[in-house]
Each structure stands twice: as structure tokens, then as C-alpha cells.
């Protein structure tokens, strides 16, 4: 046997089908054995692994047992001349494999290999060629030395970032995501140390091969892209821990000498102290929302107060009302889900504002000696809503998950089939987040359908045309190595590359795997006919269609002029309306407005069933907008309109209108 690949599988069952389906890619003409061994995975990996690859032995764990012992399991069933340990969240080139054994071939010294690790955004990933972490090494990563100085032979040792990543030559430590091993030297040197569950045993394995005169080399002839940190996510802060207890352990292995021993301590220290800064930058990342509004909630708060009063000197009167008024509104604005799901929903923030002002207009009857305090509240929630939201649009406008129902401005790229199934598939599943903008087919023909946006080969011009997002590729029907080749040109656009296996099930991209495939079944539970929600949706409709009237009907036909829009007749309760399309067939927010006075009078809504939809006899009222308008419009084929209006009806809600009202008006 020429090669054995061996797979740690914990949880990451999309991974794992994506990098074994690389692997098979790449080792057609070079004889093969493969191992997964799985630690008690709960994701279905097992069953997966059954149906779609009954060739690979399969070793399956009772319990999780870590890195270590999980490979040593595989290491001793394994007959390959060279023996490939590889993480399942990777993807490798067709030429991996054959490039890896090229170059253990050229030279009989080398034990241990390791090639050029790439993110998913076609950068570096430093830990593909490193040093091991003495106290001088350690020292000058923990300060920020490496940081600062990356080119200096002296600071830059920890990630040899002195060195060009493009020349190959012999290091002290690879990364254990990619391990290329002889036989050989497996045989002289052993197996991985079991004390380490997780984390350390690469750098203990590199340190143990150089100790017994084998090379740790490290090679830039080929790539491979690694999802870092998947198998890992599950217990975020359990995996923190594994890490620095792994570097401790390495410490007092190799570094509790008795020359060394007061710098052993120094090291042990040093780790105990960056796993502290590190627990505490955590919680930090994760309290920032939390800090931004509550500072810019008293910030506004005490200029209404000023605003008010002309003084400061009144704020001893607001010492336990203050806080307590602060306390509620982020109350609020935690429930609503604005720290976690929703983090950049503009609706939820407009009602956030609201309600919070409510509470403690009302709160204020409990304090009476401060009753004054509702206008200084309504001074403030002017405020509140603007900054609410305010600072959450500007956040989404650079990022791309600001809305329920997604911005992420979509490319899918493969076979014309599979990129159209893909193409309907995130239309429709709005928990996606994805606005799908067009297909790039990777087959010949001519095709006479809107939704092809261009060829391949003028991807990245269309990437600028349509401002797009993401890049999804039917990673079966283009060469991996074409799709290497795009990561550095579009991550430095701000794009991101994602797969989905052949089995069009799952979206893999950096930190994430998304489910295309949706639940089917009969949910006679549709919200949009719950009494409640009729009521609701009636308020919004008197309460925001006079608005639109005073504010935008005037300008309609200023905007239709300006625009080229092109007018047509529309057919509604009888009576002939026009409507305006932009230039490509879609409306607007400006398509429908000379219809407002029909929502006044409960004849249509504002957001309902599309206007042209043929009626299937549901009781649902046609809307000035709808979720199909904000989702494609003319893309759509008729099965795809009635699953979106299907989605409405099962999950209407208020927000969920505003929200396409302000997604219709921002054009998003």
C-alpha cells in the first residue's frame, strides 16, 4: 500500500463529505487506504460515511477520545509506505497527494512533511510552518513582538514569518491539521503522545522527529485550504482550555530541565496568563453590543436631561431612576434578540426603542417624585431610536447580515442543473440569509434563461458589476485547483468562497455549515390567519400607508420619470391600476404606491400576496409589497412564488412586514 489517510471526525459531517470527496479526486492513480475515525459524532457523520463512502474503513468511538489516541487508533491498522494525517475540515488539490510523495521521495531524510495551509480566504495559515514555543519564542508572541516586527529573524520565529512562504526548507514544527509521515520514521519515533487530548501533540510529534535526526520540512508545492477550528466549535471554551493545558504540558515535557527550570516556570507562567487575557478578550468580543448601546443610552439620556433643564445639577435626583430606565431598555433590546439572531434588524431595533420607551414612561408612575422624567424620556427616545438603529445599519452596511431576510448578495457557479437547483433552493430558504443575484453555468449550451448572469471567465468583473458577497461553487463540477487560484483576488474584494458537495445538501464556507435542505411537512399552523395577527397587520397598515402617502406618494412620479420605469396595467379588485417595473422587470418600492389609498380602505395591504399571483381561493390579501418583491420577482419560477407566499403565511408577524417594507425601500 502506497498511501494511508487517516480522518479524526467529531461533528463536522459536511466537512468531512467535502474533504473525502476532494481526497478520492486526488488519489485516483495512487493506491489507498483510508481511515475515519469518528469520536462519538451525534451530526450523522456514521451514516453519512455508510451510505456515501462504504469503501472507507470506519473506526467508530463509544465516546470521545481525542486527537491523540483517535489517530494512534488508525496509525496501528494502517499498511501505506506514507501515512497522511489529515483534519476533516480540509480540502485538498487534485495534485496533493502526488506533489506530498514527490517530494518525501527526493530526499530519505525528511520523516515528517507539511505543506502550505491556506484559509478559505486564500490567506496564510501561520501555523503551517512554525517554531517550538521556548520561553524567548514565547516571550516575544505573548508582548506582540511577532506582531510588530514579522520580518525580524529575532521576533518573527513563531510563525517563521521571516521566511518566504514560497521556498521550501526544513522547520522545527508543522501543523497537525496536515502531516505527511515515512513509515520509517513512524517506526523510530512512535505514535502520538496520549497524554494530549487535544492540541500540543503536533508540536510534542515535530519535537520527538527532530530529537531522532528525521527533517520536519515544510513545502510549498501544492496547498491545501483549511476550515480551522470546525471539529472545535462545538465547546468553544472547553477547546481553550484543551489548548493551554496542552501548551503546559509541552512546557514540563520538554522544557523541566534543571538549566532550565526557573525559565520553565517563566513559560508555565507566561501560558497561564495568555489563557487568562484570552478568556477575558472573549467575554469582551461578546459584550460589545452591550457596551455600545449602553453608552450611547446614557449619552442620550443625560442630553435630554440637559436638554430639559439647562443643568447637571439635577442628576443626583436621577441616581436609582437612571439606572434602572438603562437597565430596561436593554432588557428590551436582549430579548428581541438584537445580542444574538438579529443583530443588525432594523425593525427590531425600531421596536426595541418603542417598547423600551413605553416601559418606562410607565415606570415612572413608581417613581413619584420624578414624574417629570416621561418628558425627558420622550426627548430621549427620539434619540434612542436613532441610535438603536442608527448604529446598527452603519454596522450591516459593512457586513452583510443586517436584515432577517439577507443581503448576501449571491453568485452560484456550476453545472447548469445543479446551479439552478442550488439557485432556487436559497430563494427560498430565507433562514439562509442568501439573495441569490445569478448563475455562471460551467457546461456548454445556449440557455435562454434570465437568471445567467455571464461565463467563468469574467467572473471577477461580474463580482464588481453585481457587488456580490458570496461566491458558491458546485465544488463536483470545477477543478479545485481553478477554485484556489480565485481565494486570494476575492477575499481581498471582501467575497467569500463557499462549496456545496455534490449532493446539493450543504453550503461549507469559513466558520459555517448551512443546510440547503429544507423540513417537509404538512404545518396547518399559518400565522397569517390568527386573529391576532389580522388585528396587527390592519394597525400597521393604518398606522404606516398615511405616512407613505405624505412622504413618498408626491415624489412617485419624479422617481418613475427618473428612472425609465415602465409603466403597465394591472388588474386590481376589478379596476384597472397602473404600476411601474424598473429596467429589469422587477418592482420597486416605488411600483405600487399609487395603490396606498386602497390600503386605507382595507381593500389590499401593504405587504401581502403579490398583485399579479393567479388566487388559488385562500383568503389573503394582496399587497402593495411583498416577500417576493425583496426576493427576485421575475426569477422566480410559479413553484418558487407560492413557496415564498408560503413562507409568509406560516411565518408572518409584524417585524416581519416592516422588515420588508424598509428592505423594498433601501432596495437591498
Same mark, same amino acid.
Given at each position: ?488 483576488? !476575492?477575499?481581498? #474584494? $471582501?467575497?467569500? @468562497? /463557499?462549496?456545496?458537495?455534490?449532493? *446539493?445538501?450543504?453550503?461549507? +464556507?469559513? &466558520? ?100 399579479? !399571483?393567479?388566487? #388559488? $381561493?385562500?383568503? @389573503? /390579501?394582496?399587497?402593495?409589497?411583498? *416577500?417576493?418583491?425583496?426576493? +427576485?420577482? &421575475? ?34
Amino acid at each position: 500500500m502506497k498511501l494511508s489517510i487517516i480522518i479524526v471526525n467529531y461533528n463536522v459531517k459536511a466537512f468531512l463529505q467535502q474533504a473525502l470527496a476532494s481526497i478520492y479526486r486526488s488519489t485516483k492513480i495512487i493506491e489507498t487506504e483510508i481511515f475515519v475515525v469518528d469520536n462519538h459524532s451525534v451530526d450523522g457523520s456514521l451514516e453519512m460515511l455508510r451510505q456515501q463512502f462504504p469503501a472507507i474503513n470506519v473506526i467508530a468511538n463509544s465516546e470521545n477520545l481525542g486527537f491523540s489516541k483517535a489517530n494512534n487508533q488508525a496509525i496501528k491498522e494502517a499498511s501505506g509506505d506514507y501515512i497522511w494525517l489529515l483534519n476533516p475540515d480540509t480540502l485538498v488539490q487534485e495534485d496533493t497527494p502526488a506533489k506530498l510523495i514527490q517530494v518525501m521521495e527526493s530526499d530519505e531524510n525528511i520523516g515528517l512533511l507539511g505543506c502550505k495551509i491556506l484559509n478559505d480566504d486564500g490567506s496564510l495559515q501561520l501555523a503551517c510552518r512554525r517554531s517550538f514555543p521556548t520561553p524567548w519564542v514565547a516571550f516575544t508572541k505573548m508582548m506582540g513582538l511577532a506582531k510588530m516586527f514579522p520580518k525580524s529573524k529575532w521576533f518573527g520565529r513563531y510563525n517563521l514569518t521571516h521566511l518566504d512562504p514560497d521556498m521550501a526548507y526544513e522547520v522545527e514544527a508543522i501543523s497537525g491539521s496536515c502531516m505527511f509521515i515515512r513509515r520509517a520514521a513512524l517506526e523510530q519515533v512512535g505514535t502520538l503522545d496520549e497524554t494530549f487530548f487535544m492540541y500540543g501533540e503536533d508540536l510534542d510529534w515535530c519535537y520527538r522527529f527532530g530529537k531522532s535526526n528525521w527533517k520536519v520540512y515544510y513545502t510549498p508545492e501544492t496547498s491545501i485550504v483549511h476550515y480551522k477550528g470546525e471539529s472545535s466549535k462545538v465547546a468553544a471554551w472547553d477547546t481553550m482550555t484543551h489548548f493551554y493545558k496542552a501548551m503546559d504540558i509541552f512546557a514540563r515535557k520538554h522544557f523541566k530541565g534543571s538549566s532550565r527550570f526557573p525559565l520553565h516556570w517563566i513559560l508555565r507562567g507566561g501560558i497561564l496568563l495568555r489563557y487568562i487575557i484570552s478568556i477575558l478578550s472573549k467575554v469582551g468580543r461578546n459584550s460589545a453590543a452591550y457596551v455600545f448601546d449602553l453608552v450611547g443610552l446614557l449619552v442620550l439620556t443625560l442630553a435630554a436631561i440637559y436638554f430639559k433643564f439647562r443643568t447637571f445639577d439635577v442628576l443626583n435626583q436621577y441616581f436609582i431612576v437612571l439606572p434602572v430606565y438603562l437597565v430596561s431598555w436593554l432588557a428590551v433590546i436582549s430579548s428581541l434578540g438584537l445580542y444574538r439572531t438579529y443583530k443588525y434588524s432594523v425593525s427590531r431595533s425600531i421596536i426595541a426603542a418603542t417598547l423600551g420607551f413605553l416601559i418606562n414612561v410607565t415606570l415612572t408612575y413608581f417613581f413619584k417624585d420624578y414624574a417629570f422624567s416621561r418628558i425627558v424620556m420622550l426627548i430621549s427616545y427620539f434619540g434612542a431610536l436613532f441610535w438603536i438603529s442608527g448604529w446598527r445599519i452603519v454596522a450591516a452596511s459593512r457586513r452583510t447580515e443586517n436584515f432577517e431576510l439577507g443581503t448576501q448578495r449571491t453568485l452560484v457557479i456550476g453545472d447548469f442543473k445543479s446551479a439552478s437547483d442550488i439557485f432556487s433552493k436559497l430563494m427560498t430558504n430565507l433562514g439562509l440569509g442568501y439573495t441569490p443575484v445569478g448563475i455562471i453555468p460551467t457546461d456548454a449550451g445556449e440557455r435562454n434563461d434570465e437568471r445567467i448572469v455571464g461565463r467563468v471567465e469574467d467572473l471577477l468583473a461580474l463580482v464588481d458589476f453585481h457587488k456580490i458577497d458570496d461566491v458558491i461553487f458546485t465544488s463536483d463540477n470545477i477543478e479545485l485547483k481553478q477554485l484556489f487560484n480565485y481565494l486570494p483576488t !476575492l477575499s481581498q #474584494k $471582501g467575497v467569500k @468562497i /463557499k462549496l456545496v458537495p455534490g449532493n *446539493l445538501s450543504f453550503i461549507i +464556507g469559513k &466558520s459555517a455549515v448551512e443546510n440547503l435542505q429544507s423540513v417537509q411537512f404538512m404545518d396547518m399552523d399559518f400565522k397569517y390567519f390568527h386573529t391576532g395577527s389580522r388585528v396587527v397587520k390592519r394597525f400597521e397598515d393604518m398606522l404606516i400607508a398615511p405616512l407613505l402617502i405624505i412622504f413618498f406618494r408626491p415624489f412617485q412620479n419624479i422617481v418613475v420619470r427618473s428612472r425609465s420605469m415602465k409603466a403597465q396595467q394591472i388588474k386590481v379588485l376589478g379596476k384597472d391600476y397602473n404600476t411601474y417595473l424598473s429596467n429589469n422587470g422587477r418592482e420597486n418600492f416605488w411600483s405600487n404606491l399609487s395603490l396606498l389609498p386602497q390600503v386605507i380602505r382595507g381593500k389590499l395591504s401593504l405587504v401581502g400576496s403579490p398583485l399579479d !399571483l393567479p388566487d #388559488k $381561493g385562500w383568503d @389573503i /390579501k394582496r399587497g402593495i409589497f411583498s *416577500l417576493e418583491s425583496v426576493r +427576485g420577482g &421575475s426569477q422566480l419560477s410559479e413553484d418558487e412564488r407560492y413557496s415564498l407566499l408560503n413562507y409568509y403565511l406560516h411565518n408572518h408577524s409584524g417585524l416581519l412586514d416592516l422588515e420588508i417594507i424598509i428592505k423594498a425601500f433601501l432596495g437591498k
